[in-house]
């Protein structure tokens, strides 16, 4: 995000002419509040709900008789800067009185939850990632921006772009995986594609880099919970992406709810101001996570609202997410002098950039004809990235016996209720999606002209039917099963102590193994399972995910082998969640884990991972050969030779690694560094080459400081962070 000088100029005479009120009122975001028909706080009332005092039904007739209160005085006092809307003729409405019935006229900034696709849903994050592919990451994030302008959203939250390492946490749905590498290029590709096409006024939004930061390494993988670690794992780990979204001009980023090493990130001004906004340089501004100033008085680093407010305000926090603390107290506080009006300043001319860089002030609407066409059907092109999306992030995991792909003219027996409930195909954080747009497995079979018969039996909730399971096995040829989890057992406030297929799957799995057919596993989850069972006894299993309106399709073409899948994973599967957190990028540890037992190792399970990072199988198989490594002025030129030895086209996910083999600190046994992805016809070998920065080799330190030290290197280059071809270098810097 860059300003011109003229936008510059703008800004700071609109600055000059605000009151102190109008000031504070561009740093206070406001959602739609729902009010009337109940006597309790809203917030009461969803805590009836959630803990049994009130009905689901009651609490649903509660809200059919309730109103929303969007706040138009505020808006038309000057006091609110930013709404959280998701409907294009309210959005409209609300912008028109901000711009023509505010003294200033100064237009809100609307922002919603797109963090994988608007109305057009593609694959959720961890998926999407899984392609290894950085055009269609960008592609798939213009596309929400364009649809999120024409419903009057002109910020989207997002990208998530939190590493995760523990698969308990819910919300490893909702990012690029494990590694930081994947992370930050995942990040750029994003920010390009929600940012950078100015080719009209409503192509672009503003992205909101969240959450701000080590969310992902919360305790125990329990959401929101505390977050302690050190400042080279800080700035190797978790930072990277942040610095990547930075240097792609990332418009805004959201603060996380967590604590950071005892001090909450909503209030963390070495963060904040040292990290985010002087080192990497952010020029648009920061806004909190929903009500994480006001949870400053829980996590004890403030004695009340006000506290709270003073600290995120003196911390570098310029938009507070839906509390009013700013609204209720900082005048005050101006006017003590506990925050001077410098900070106040500071914080309304980023929000305000932000709006210039945007364009708000000369196309604050949504044009009615972009409204209507939205209204019909879904533009043709976005559903086909859709399903080439859904397409690209399925990962092969087991293939035994090459059950995988079916033949044409098989009887396939379809068994599990995810199987055909396209409900469930888009998974968490998606907030717009329209029924009719979505095709369940069943639906992509049947369209696909597979001859088909589906039986429930089942699924993550309630009861396996195993009599019917029965039937099942009798009726096909071959039986696939679809099983994992629903939307809502990922995403945020979605923590689980326990990853393995939840409910009865594993025993309907069983039974259908007992048929003695044979049985292909369809995983639709939100998070890396713990597998063990499953990849010991189940011949072909074939990682779904959530894939966005078009996983029916998608699954479909990959079963019956008119798409060969070619996803590798973004982050590592347990054998069992009493593994967790595992992750491929660790150090080496001065026993690493081993068959001998003074090893670090468990009795009770395997101490690596069950799927590794960048794993992934095809319907074809290449071989590597002939790995070289060689220096050349501040580069390293590193080649291989890849051939497609099977009968059919494949496209492989190549992948470059190393290793800082002795170092000042200990490093991980491997880094992802850099990968490719290349198409081969059956019999075809090309030479793949990767250029490898020297500068790109180093690390922080535990000062933050960035070092680059001599020594040996070991440079893998493969198809897995496990099965690669390995060469040493030494090298000076
Ligand atoms: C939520 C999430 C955040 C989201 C925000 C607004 O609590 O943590 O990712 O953008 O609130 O919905």
């Known amino acids: 995000m860059k300003l011109t000088q003229e936008q510059k100029s703008f800004v700071e005479d609109l600055l000059s002419r605000m009151t102190l009120d109008e000031k504070i009122g561009q740093m206070n975001q406001e959602s739609p509040s729902i009010v009337g028909g109940f006597d309790v706080p809203f917030s009461e009332l969803i805590e009836m709900m ?14 059919a008789n309730a109103t929303q209160d969007f706040h138009e005085d505020e808006i038309r006092a000057g006091l609110v800067g930013s709404m959280m809307v998701n409907d294009p003729r309210k959005n409209n409405e609300l912008q028109k009185i901000a711009v023509e019935e505010s003294r200033l006229g100064i237009p809100l900034i609307i922002g919603f939850d797109v963090i994988h696709g608007f109305r057009s849903v593609f694959p959720i994050a961890i998926a999407e990632a899984c392609s290894f592919d950085d055009a269609l990451f960008e592609e798939t994030a213009r596309m929400a921006a364009a649809e999120s302008r024409a419903h009057g959203i002109n910020w989207n939250f997002a990208p998530m772009i939190d590493a995760a390492r523990d698969s308990r946490w819910g919300r490893v749905s909702e990012g690029p995986g494990e590694d930081p590498f994947l992370g930050s290029r995942f990040a750029r590709a994003k920010i390009r594609g929600l940012q950078n096409d100015r080719s009209s006024p409503l192509n ?3 992205a909101c880099t969240k959450h ?18 050190s400042v080279s794992n800080l700035y190797n780990v978790y930072l990277p ?12 980023v959201m603060a996380a709810f967590n604590d950071l090493n005892g001090v909450p990130c909503t209030v963390n ?20 996570d929903a009500n994480a100033i006001r949870e400053c008085v829980t996590h004890g680093i403030a004695a009340d609202d006000r506290d709270a407010g003073v600290q995120a305000a003196l911390a570098g926090m310029d938009m507070d997410m839906g509390t009013h603390i700013y609204k209720d107290f900082l005048k005050a506080e101006v006017e003590k002098g506990t925050v001077p009006m410098t900070v106040i300043d500071e914080a309304v001319r980023r929000i305000l950039s932000v709006k210039v860089w945007l364009g708000l002030f000369e196309n604050p609407y949504v044009p009615e004809a972009l409204i209507e066409a939205y209204e019909k059907s879904l533009p043709e092109k976005h559903v086909a990235l859709c399903r080439r999306a859904a397409e690209e992030s399925m990962v092969l995991l087991k293939n035994e016996g090459g059950i995988l792909p079916l033949r044409r003219g098989q009887k396939i027996s379809l068994v599990g209720r995810l199987a055909d409930d396209a409900n469930e195909v888009c998974g968490a954080w998606a907030m717009a999606w329209k029924p009719e747009d979505c095709v369940s497995i069943l639906t992509g079979l049947k369209e696909a002209g597979a001859d088909v018969c589906y039986y429930p039996c089942g699924g993550p909730e309630g009861d396996i039917n195993l009599e019917e ?7 096909g040829d071959v039986i696939v099963a679809v099983v994992g989890e629903t939307d809502a057992m990922s995403g945020e406030a979605s923590s689980k102590a326990e990853i393995s297929l939840p409910g009865g799957q594993r025993a309907l799995l069983e039974r259908l193994l007992q048929s003695g057919k044979p049985v292909v596993t369809v995983l639709m989850n939100g998070r890396p399972l713990a597998l063990g069972w499953e990849a010991e006894h189940m011949p072909a299993i074939l990682e779904a995910w959530h894939l966005g309106i078009r996983m029916g399709d998608a699954v479909a073409a990959a079963l019956l082998g008119d798409v060969n899948p070619a996803g590798k994973l973004s982050s590592s599967f347990p054998s069992v969640t009493g593994q967790c957190p595992v992750y491929y990028n660790h150090p080496s540890t001065g026993r690493p884990g081993s068959k001998s037992k003074f090893t670090s190792r468990y009795l009770d399970a395997p101490w690596d991972s069950l799927f590794p990072f960048g794993h992934g199988l095809s319907y074809t198989s290449f071989t590597y050969e002939d790995l070289r490594v060689g220096e050349r002025g501040e580069e390293l030129e590193i080649a291989i030779r890849l051939k497609n030895t099977g009968e059919r086209e494949g496209t492989e996910i190549a992948q470059l690694y ?13 880094e992802l560094k850099d990968y490719c992805r290349v198409t081969l016809s059956p019999g075809e070998e090309r030479e793949i080459r990767f250029t490898l920065k020297k500068k790109d080799m180093g690390f922080y330190d535990n000062a933050g400081r960035y070092l680059l030290e001599d020594g040996l290197f070991r ?8 099965d690669c071809l390995m060469q040493e270098i030494e090298l000076k810097f």
């Open 658 to 670: 190393m290793q800082d083999v002795t170092a000042s600190l200990v490093r991980p046994v491997k």
């Open 50 to 63: 959630t803990d049994g005092r009130i009905s689901q039904e009651e609490f649903g007739r509660i809200m």
């Open 469 to 475: 399971a029965d039937r099942a096995c009798l009726e």
């Open 212 to 229: 701000y930061v080590a969310y992902g390494a919360c305790e125990s993988g329990r959401d929101y919970n505390t977050v302690s670690m």
């Open 241 to 252: 992406a942040f610095r990547a979204a930075m240097d792609e001009g990332a418009a805004t």
């Open 715 to 722: 440079l893998f280059v493969g198809t897995s962070s496990r």
């Open 204 to 206: 672009y939004v503003a």
């Open 269 to 288: 001004r070495w963060l904040l101001r040292e990290v985010l906004k002087k080192d990497f340089g952010l020029e648009g501004f920061v806004v909190s």
